[in-house]
């Protein structure tokens, strides 16, 4: 028997309501922020995620699904949206659309990690990215963005951690700081800490591994930031403030991915266990120019859907009705199924939700048919009310049965 690939999930008919619901409350509270929908391939080419996300990053370097396909091109399955988003929106010329620079995304993401709870090689992403501002507005208005969606899901028990990595010139320096307190520890780092130790130092700061990670909770972070830097976190934490959102500073957050600057956030839930970040993103003031674009800053965040649907799964009272349908139509003979084949048919075409059971031995077994798709009425034909004109109803909810003239069904129904 073929079976799912590791890694990889079917997301079958009970669940995919629960993402429907995520996927529907995510559109409205972007759309209420003025975000647009975008969907880029799935497949790109690879150098625009070793450009961007970094050489030394574990997407880069361990995770990401790369393939040579038929023409010798080198094509990767996509680790993640910012690249891609930023390549359309040079390639597409976005900046130049009226509502073009404020986009959503809902899609698949491909990472070769070792699964586990809440990680995957196909997971999904739902996430946004508002291109064109430096303004510490907007840091704080996308920083809300993500709060006010976890609100609006009903998630409770999450936290928003904030760090700044300065501008490219702080970020030298912060790294050169790092590098510093990490220096009489790097004996004691894993083997893959030792080489990002000169190759890549922040991202020891991200390493899963549990010695590397007591290293790194022990060592002090000074501050580092250039004055215009400073003032840009200050207003970004002011303007949080002045809509009360909360969040704690943390200097420790880096992020995984080397094209950060300046603002960065995680926001964490407490019923996910280890691995508990449900949403991380952050400022690029510098990924479109490298790309190819004008020197444009940029902001944004990505949720991931997976541990969203785990979240709400941990929340009590949440949950998204599974059965849409408002009729099953029974018959007490099996001669009666050409009518009710008909009536069905023009039940649906008025948009009415309906099922029936072509295969059912008895009245009964329809019934319980009828009760186990939680339909709201049940459609009776019976030979004797049908050269009548007429079918029995019945309100499941009420358990009260009634006849209906059929010319009336559709109106009554209704
Ligand atoms: P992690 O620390 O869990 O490895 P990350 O820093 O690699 O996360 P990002 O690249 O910032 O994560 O992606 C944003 C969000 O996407 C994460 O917070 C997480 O919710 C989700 N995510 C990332 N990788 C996976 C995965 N392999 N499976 C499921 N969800 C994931
Ligand atoms: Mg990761």
């Known amino acids: 028997m073929i079976k799912a690939l590791r890694g990889t999930k079917d ?9 429907q619901h995520i996927e529907s409350i995510g559109r409205d509270i972007f759309y209420i922020y003025g975000y647009n929908e975008i ?37 990767a399955l996509r680790p993640e949206a910012t690249a891609s988003i930023v390549r359309s929106y040079i390639e597409n010329s976005l900046a130049q659309s009226s509502r073009g620079a404020k986009l959503f995304y809902i899609g698949p993401m491909f990472r070769a ?4 709870q809440g990680r995957q090689r196909q997971f999904y992403q739902i996430g946004l990215e508002a291109i064109g501002s430096d303004n510490p507005f907007i840091d704080a208005e996308v920083i809300a963005v993500s709060v006010r969606f976890l609100e609006r899901l009903g998630i409770e028990k999450f936290h928003v951690k904030l760090n700044s990595l300065g501008c490219q010139k702080d970020k030298i320096r912060v790294i050169e700081k790092h590098k510093e307190s990490l220096r009489p520890y790097v004996e004691k780092l894993c083997e893959t800490c030792k080489a990002r130790f000169d190759k890549n130092v922040l991202r020891i700061f991200d390493c899963k591994e549990v010695s590397c990670r007591g290293i790194v909770e022990n060592v002090s972070v000074e501050k580092t930031l250039c004055d215009e830097c400073t003032s840009h976190f200050e207003k970004v934490k002011a303007g949080l403030d002045a809509i009360g959102i909360q969040y704690t500073i943390d200097r420790k957050i880096v992020r995984g991915l080397d094209y950060y600057t300046r603002t960065v956030f995680e926001i964490t839930q407490e019923s996910l266990g280890a691995k508990d970040a449900i949403c991380a993103g952050g400022r690029y003031n510098n990924l479109v120019k490298e790309l190819g674009g004008k020197d444009t800053p940029a902001i944004g965040f990505a949720f991931g859907m997976e541990r969203l649907v785990l979240a709400l799964q941990g929340t009590s009272g949440i949950r998204p009705q599974l059965s849409g349908l408002d009729v099953f139509v029974a018959v007490t003979g099996e001669q009666l199924y050409g009518e009710a084949f008909k009536l069905t048919e023009s039940l649906r075409k008025a948009g009415i939700a309906s099922e029936i059971d072509y295969d059912a031995k008895s009245l009964k077994a329809q019934m319980r048919k009828a009760e186990k798709l939680g339909a709201k009425f049940v459609v ?10 007429k079918v029995a109803v019945k309100d499941m909810a009420k358990h009260e049965q009634k006849e209906v003239e059929i010319t009336d069904l559709i109106a009554e129904l209704r």
């Open 11 to 19: 997301i079958l008919p009970d669940e995919i309501r629960l993402w």
């Open 39 to 75: 969907k880029t391939p799935i497949i790109e080419e690879a150098s625009l995620f070793t450009r961007s996300i970094g050489d030394a990053t574990d997407i880069v370097q361990k995770e990401m699904y790369v393939f040579c396909d038929r023409g010798g091109r080198n094509i």
């Open 113 to 116: 990690e070792r699964p586990q």
């Open 380 to 389: 009776i034909l019976g030979e004797e009310e049908l050269k009548q004109g």
